[in-house]
């Protein structure tokens, strides 16, 4: 009868082992994917919340301009088309010029 009682004893120990360690493994990795969720969800409100930088609300002013010119019915689409244009030229020119004077220095 020991031995009967040793093994069921072995057995129950054997499996409180195996479940318990994927018990832990389960649950470490259920906290590091609700970390990761909540990281993600700061970084959405953050950028929601003017944590952008210059070029984000570039980007979000000229979809404004976009969705502007897409619910118009002008016949003067093309010309702001054109303005547009001249818009990013003009950007990009005035960056040149900044980069210029900072490697100057």
């Known amino acids: 009868m020991d ?3 040793l093994l069921i004893f072995c057995f129950v120990t054997v499996l409180a082992v195996i479940v318990f ?11 590091e994917h609700e970390e990761r969720k909540l990281e993600l ?9 003017g944590g952008g930088g210059k070029g984000d ?7 404004r301009v976009l ?11 093309a010309a ?9 030229m003009i950007e990009d020119l005035t960056t040149d010029k900044t980069t210029a ?5």
């Not at 969800?41 to 919340?49: L, V």
Request: glycine share 2%; no cysteine; proline share 0%.
């Open 3 to 5: 031995g009967d009682l």
């Open 21 to 31: 360690t994927f018990a832990r493994t389960t649950h470490r990795r259920t906290i």
């Open 41 to 49: 969800i700061a970084r959405a409100e953050e950028a929601r919340h």
């Open 57 to 63: 609300n570039r980007l979000e002013e000229r979809v």
């Open 67 to 77: 969705e502007r010119i897409a619910t118009e019915n002008r016949s003067d689409l």
């Open 80 to 88: 702001q088309i054109e303005q547009l244009r001249d818009l990013d």
């Open 101 to 105: 004077k900072e490697r100057a220095r």
